[in-house]
């Protein structure tokens, strides 16, 4: 079964700077997908980001890039540039090609970032 | 705009007691899903939908049932709440096109069960 671990429970940076935070995944299928989304304070959760298992390239979308270890299990999400408005729980999730691919991604459990002035 | 959009936003109830929450999306998605959010579990699928009279278990479906009526609609329903099913609940939509596809998510839905 698939598993997806965030181990810092939050950090706290400058504004400016840039932030990296760490996700691990456990998968017994050789195709899988990763994704990081935001939750605001607000409560909404967009999503940012995407890597596909195959690709040796990591994604970058406007400040947001991505750390992507295979042979470590490891993906991690980097903010360059923070803003107040990065201020957020980032969550990261999977999904595994071997089911079926409407099927829902099982996310980590989150990680708070703060970017103070 | 494409959006998912449910309701109630909040909502109070008794142990015992039956709540429907709803959800429409006008994405045009075919897959809906509908995940319960607690602080420590994180994100959990309760269960998901590929289209109209479709329903799919997920992880945590012990105690819901769900219904879905037409492509745009998802319905989440607790017949006998109980004061574990306290939660923030989310529905979202993706259209389900190769393992990529990503979740648009709903605003979410407080529900407090005393």
């Known amino acids: 079964a698939q598993k997806v671990t965030q181990t810092q429970t939050s950090i706290s940076v400058m504004e400016k700077t840039t932030v990296t935070m760490d996700c691990v995944y456990e998968t017994q299928d050789s195709s899988y997908f990763l994704f990081w989304y935001k939750q605001t304070a607000s409560g909404e959760i967009v999503f940012l980001i995407r890597?596909?298992?195959?690709?040796?390239e990591n994604a970058t979308v406007g400040h947001y890039s991505l750390n992507f270890q295979k042979p470590k299990s490891s993906i991690g999400l980097i903010i360059t540039a923070t803003q107040i408005e990065d201020s957020a729980v980032y969550f990261c999730a999977m999904r595994e090609a071997v089911n079926n691919y409407a099927q829902g991604l099982t996310f980590g459990l989150g990680t708070r970032v703060s970017v103070f002035p | 705009e494409a959006a998912v959009t449910q309701s109630p936003r909040n909502k109070v109830t008794v142990t015992g007691g039956n709540v429907t929450l709803s959800c429409r999306q006008t994405?045009?998605?075919?897959?809906m899903y509908w995940y319960r959010q607690d602080t420590g579990h994180g994100l959990r699928l309760i269960h998901y939908?590929?289209?109209?009279?479709?329903?799919q278990i997920g992880d945590v479906p012990d105690g819901y049932k769900a219904t879905r009526t037409t492509q745009e609609d998802f319905f989440l329903l607790l017949e006998l709440a109980s004061p574990s099913q306290t939660s923030l609940y989310f529905c979202a939509s993706s259209d389900g096109t190769g393992g990529g596809n990503t979740l648009y998510f709903g605003e979410g839905s407080r529900l407090i069960v005393v």
């Open positions: 994405n045009s998605h075919n897959y």
């Open positions: 939908s590929y289209g109209a009279g479709n329903l």
């Open positions: 890597q596909d298992s195959y690709k040796k």
